[in-house]
């Protein structure tokens, strides 16, 4: 079943969802790729759903896009920022997906005709989908992180691949579990080892004790404490370590090397110790850290309401992006995000954007505060406020712009209003049929699309090259029937598809405006710490300028 030269990491849960996996992975990843060797990272997803497509962001968080258009966890989305790498369809899978499989390779006869069972059928076919991904990525070391917490029904067979694997090659497979330490006491400083106990129990009952646990805490675990796990969980001295909050996420794998997570890993694993080389990586912690010059950036969405609770996942992308730029342009960004709908009140709310450096309108779908938004580009258009629009965010910029400088008062998509007099933004025609026939899983316009730029503009000024490649994902586009409209009233569509019948990026010339762009497709998705996305760069310095 293990797939010669070929090491495996799993990391599983405990105690409570949302502890911390996909970074724990990502880190464990960026502190194996510091030491010189090849690896990639994975993600199970114990849901039905065959892909996270169809999934409403309040449920689960951001649906991350692969440059091959799978639509997926936003775990993903640390993976790729954490290791420097484009992923594939590989790297994901959920029960969905892995069921589907085996149940299209019965139907083809590809199990010769034997009683097809879920154990070990399922396993082996999880199994088979890590190897497939580390033969793609030419890794030594697969990564696989399992939704979920130990314990749920809904990912036992993902622990029993991993017991199967563990049991016949013992030296090429490590467990991490990553596990919460919660605090009692007035101070809050009393940390309890025992749901970490539980936890571990749970594994116990199928086969499976962790290699390592990462204690998980609102602040460092005690020597105490750890030796206390260390001993009820069959540990040797030195495989918890301690893994406190950090106000910056990137922080964590030299929080995790300095606990000797990688001499650790390497120790189980029987590979050779390698020398450390995180410099870049601490010295762009530090810049991003060391930035103490504040930048107000605005984000305008539906996900939440003034005075709730932020869904950040819904954004988290577009966060880590504006981060990546804060630390190159060498600003504090402060993010505060705005309820689209108060905009719908009148013309007095607006006046709230003229304390912001900077204002976002993401990705979304739907009608909810959809003229609140509008409203929002064109108090920025006007006021020349930085605005940088994502997917939708270009799409009613467009609009906007339409409406109150081209002359089209009822401009508008056919998303919202199918009988609008002008339908400058318009379902794709080879969309059409799957809106009538209701298929909506993985039919938008997904992944990975060529762009060419026209020289002199903002996009061409902060690429540098006339040719790029982003993710989208979307249905609608701008109607090409109204571009030489739109374009003699003054919007320049600077990035267009190399057929030029799909307009990629709109913007304001420089000299009208600091910063006016949107773009069709997602560059947040694209954005790495290392190599921050360009345009998110150019919108900082917009912003930061802005402030002085």
């Known amino acids: 079943m293990a797939k010669k030269g070929i090491k495996y990491i799993f990391v599983v849960g405990g ?152 049991i016949k090659n013992p030296h090429d497979v490590v467990l991490v579990l990553v596990s919460h330490v919660p605090a009692l006491g007035a101070g809050g400083n009393e940390l309890k080892t025992k749901p970490t106990q539980h936890a571990v129990r749970s594994l116990n009952s199928v086969g499976l004790n962790p290699d390592i646990i990462l204690a998980r805490a609102h602040m460092p675990l005690d020597e105490k404490r750890k030796e206390k796990i260390e001993f009820m969980c069959s540990l040797e001295k030195g495989d918890v370590i301690s893994a406190p909050n950090v106000g910056n996420i990137y922080e964590v794998p030299v929080n995790f090397e300095n606990g000797g997570m990688g001499d650790r890993i390497l120790k189980k694993l029987k590979m050779k110790p390698k020398q ?123 609009i906007e712009f339409a409406r109150h400088m081209a002359g089209m008062k009822d401009a508008n998509t056919t998303e919202i209003n199918p009988k609008t007099s002008h339908p400058v933004v318009d379902i794709m025609p080879e969309q059409k049929k799957n809106l009538k026939d209701k298929n909506f899983g993985a039919t938008m316009r997904l992944g990975a699309y060529v762009a060419n730029l026209k020289k002199g503009t903002v996009a061409f000024g902060a690429y540098g090259v006339p040719e790029i490649s982003e993710r989208h994902r979307h249905r609608y586009e701008v109607n090409p029937e109204y571009i030489e409209k739109i374009t003699e009233a003054g919007l320049v569509f600077s990035g267009v598809s190399p057929d030029g019948r799909l307009m990629e990026i ?32 150019a919108f900082m310095k917009a912003c930061f300028a802005r402030r002085k």
């Not at 010339?509 to 345009?535: A, D, I, M, V, Y």
């Open 276 to 398: 450390k080389d995180m410099k870049e990586w601490r010295d762009m912690v530090t810049h991003m850290n060391s930035a103490t010059k504040p930048v107000r950036i605005g984000i305008v969405g539906k996900y939440f309401g003034t005075g709730e609770f932020v869904l950040e996942d819904s954004y988290i992308s577009v966060i880590e992006s504006i981060r990546h730029a804060g630390g190159k342009v060498g600003c504090k960004p402060e993010i505060v995000w705005l309820n689209s709908e108060q905009f719908e009140k009148g013309k007095e709310s607006l006046k709230e954007l003229n304390d912001f450096d900077g204002i976002i309108v993401p990705g979304g779908f739907g009608s909810r505060g959809i003229e609140g938004k509008i409203s929002v580009i064109e108090y920025c258009r006007e006021n020349k406020i930085p605005y940088f629009g994502l997917c939708y965010g270009m799409q009613l910029a467009v």
């Open 15 to 166: 105690v409570m969802s949302g502890v911390g996996k996909g970074i724990a992975s990502a880190s464990i990843g960026k502190i194996l790729q510091s030491r010189g060797v090849e690896v990639t990272a994975l993600k199970i997803d114990p849901y039905v759903n065959v892909d996270a497509g169809t999934m409403n962001p309040t449920e689960h968080g951001e649906v991350f896009v692969l440059d091959d258009g799978t639509e997926c966890d936003q775990d993903m989305g640390n993976y790729e920022r954490f290791l420097d790498r484009d992923l594939t369809r590989t790297n994901y899978m959920t029960t969905g997906s892995v069921y589907l499989s085996v149940i299209q390779k019965e139907r083809n006869l590809e199990y010769g005709g034997k009683q097809v069972e879920v154990v070990p059928r399922i396993p082996l076919e999880i199994i088979e989908r890590i190897n497939k991904a580390a033969e793609k990525a030419g890794a030594k070391v697969a990564i696989t992180e399992v939704g979920g917490t130990v314990g749920e029904y809904e990912n036992i067979l993902f622990l029993e691949a991993i017991r199967m694997l563990k």
């Open 506 to 537: 709109a913007e304001l010339p420089k000299e009208k405006h600091p910063f006016f762009l949107g773009t069709q497709f997602h560059p947040e998705l694209k954005s790495r710490p290392l190599n921050p996305h360009p345009l998110f760069v």
